[in-house]
């Protein structure tokens, strides 16, 4: 069995869940298009880039855009998006993300985190824990979305261990699948029916623990 050396963490339903913010932003588009946009249709926007989101929320309102217009519409989300992030605060962070990490951190573990979204960097410096991560890899370093592991193979080359001796924390199938595709450990954040290929599914960080990491 390999040692464990590492830890990869998703940020969004992981760390922090911004998920409400993207989805604030996104009704407010369609709103503005003249459509609403429900909670459930959310949930199919997982760890989708923010162009193929755009992409399905116009077919959801039967709405179409040129290539520019789509362009303009997604910076504008974006910046409503990122207006929202920037009022966090450490209270956002999800219940045990913190305690984990710094138990990680305690024991040497190298902590890395593999993240599509491209504002991570000013979410982690709102809640207060960009300290705690020795590499990010974002959606600015990387083209490849999840299932695709390439932002959890960077990450890995980052902090120099090899992809068998690592373990991602993810929240989305396409995240689980990632993980898998690239060789690591998956420790599912969510319902064991959803993440079906996760060698572990917890509910969330607060139920994760060294002794379970080393039983991976």
Not at 194 to 199: G, K, M, R, V
Request: charged share 25%; proline share 3%; hydrophobic share 45%.
């Amino acid at each position: 069995m390999t040692d464990i050396k590492a830890c990869i963490f998703d940020l969004d339903g992981v760390i922090v869940d911004t998920a409400v913010y993207h989805y604030k932003a996104w009704k407010r588009l369609a709103n503005e298009l003249g459509f609403d946009f429900t909670e459930e249709q959310n949930e199919h926007l997982k760890g989708v880039s923010r162009v193929r989101s755009l992409q399905l929320i116009l077919g959801w309102g039967g709405v179409t855009k040129t290539e520019a217009e789509q362009e303009e519409l997604a910076t504008r989300k974006n910046t409503w998006y990122v207006e929202m992030i920037n009022q966090m605060t450490p209270a956002e962070i999800l219940p045990g993300a913190l305690e984990f990490l710094e138990a990680c951190r305690a024991d040497s573990l190298k902590t890395a985190l593999g993240s599509a979204s491209k504002n991570s960097m000013t979410i982690l410096n709102k809640v207060g824990i960009a300290q705690l991560f020795d590499t990010i890899v974002d959606g600015n370093h990387v083209s490849a979305p999840k299932p695709d592991p390439e932002v959890f193979l960077k990450g890995a080359e980052a902090l120099g261990v090899s992809p068998t001796e690592c373990v991602v924390f993810e929240d989305a199938i396409a995240g689980v699948q990632a993980a898998k595709n690239g060789g690591m450990k998956a420790v599912g954040i969510g319902s064991v029916q959803t993440l079906t290929q996760a060698d572990l599914v917890i509910s969330g960080l607060n139920e994760m623990s060294l002794a379970k990491l080393k039983e991976l």
